[in-house]
């Protein structure tokens, strides 16, 4: 299917184990972003990808890795989870332009940390 | 420190009224104001933008106004629609290469039937 899909939906993890969030893209596009969703802090930059194998941290990076070797996906790592670390996850898209087309985003995956 | 601030994380309206949500950043080298709208177990889509050489922005019921040397804008839906009911952010990006958008904490709009 055509656009941005994230994987899986939901998860429950226990603190400690390791868990990758999945994101693909159909586009081709060049950039890629992890956000995640608190109350109080709306979206909040994880990582980001300008093309494959060009990652860089964002705002909350600690605790999370990120690889791109294709330029479709771009999995998100849980190194170690921790029960701040539950949130929504939103992966995103774009291919330039902010102003005119902003982001694309997937679905979000609802990540729980017991 | 937050770079873009939504001050009312709520705001109830009644259908057909007008509704304005506002926003806030300090950051004065942001030249790109957007609209996400969220609805509930979805991603947030893109509603409207604006540059910063512009003070308004119109795409059908919905207006975006930038004041830039208050660092202020808003979104003005109009007329409100149940549909509309949904969590609103703003985001803002500089303008270089990038493209990094920050947002907002988002407001939650509720237009009563």
């Known amino acids: 299917d055509a656009g941005i899909t994230q994987s899986p939906r939901y998860k429950i993890t226990e603190t400690g184990r390791q868990v990758t969030l999945m994101c693909h893209q159909t586009w081709s596009h060049s950039y890629m972003f992890w956000y995640r969703q608190d109350l109080g802090h709306g979206l909040r930059l994880i990582y980001y990808?300008?093309?494959?194998?060009?990652?860089d941290k964002g705002e909350v990076p600690d605790g999370y890795v990120v690889s791109r070797s294709k330029t479709e996906n771009f999995p998100l790592t849980l190194e170690s989870a921790t029960r701040s670390q539950t949130s929504v996850y939103f992966c995103a898209s774009s291919v330039s332009g902010v102003a005119n087309y902003g982001y694309t985003f997937g679905s979000g995956t609802r990540l729980t940390v017991v | 420190d937050q770079q873009v601030k939504q001050n009312s994380p709520s705001l109830s309206v009644q259908e057909g009224r007008i509704s304005i949500l506002n926003c806030d950043y300090t950051?004065?080298?942001?030249?790109?104001f957007l609209w996400y709208k969220k609805y509930p177990a979805e991603g947030p889509t893109f509603l409207i933008s604006i540059s910063s050489i512009k003070d308004k922005n119109e795409d059908g019921r919905f207006t975006v106004f930038l004041n830039k040397s208050a660092k202020h804008l808003s979104l003005h839906i109009v007329p409100s629609q149940p549909g509309d009911s949904a969590v609103y952010f703003c985001?803002?990006?500089?303008?270089?290469?990038?493209?990094?958008?920050?947002f907002g904490g988002g407001t939650r709009l509720m237009v009563k039937p």
């Open positions: 985001a803002a990006a500089p303008n270089n290469a990038g493209n990094m958008l920050t």
């Open positions: 990808s300008a093309a494959a194998d060009i990652t």
């Open positions: 950051n004065s080298m942001f030249d790109y």
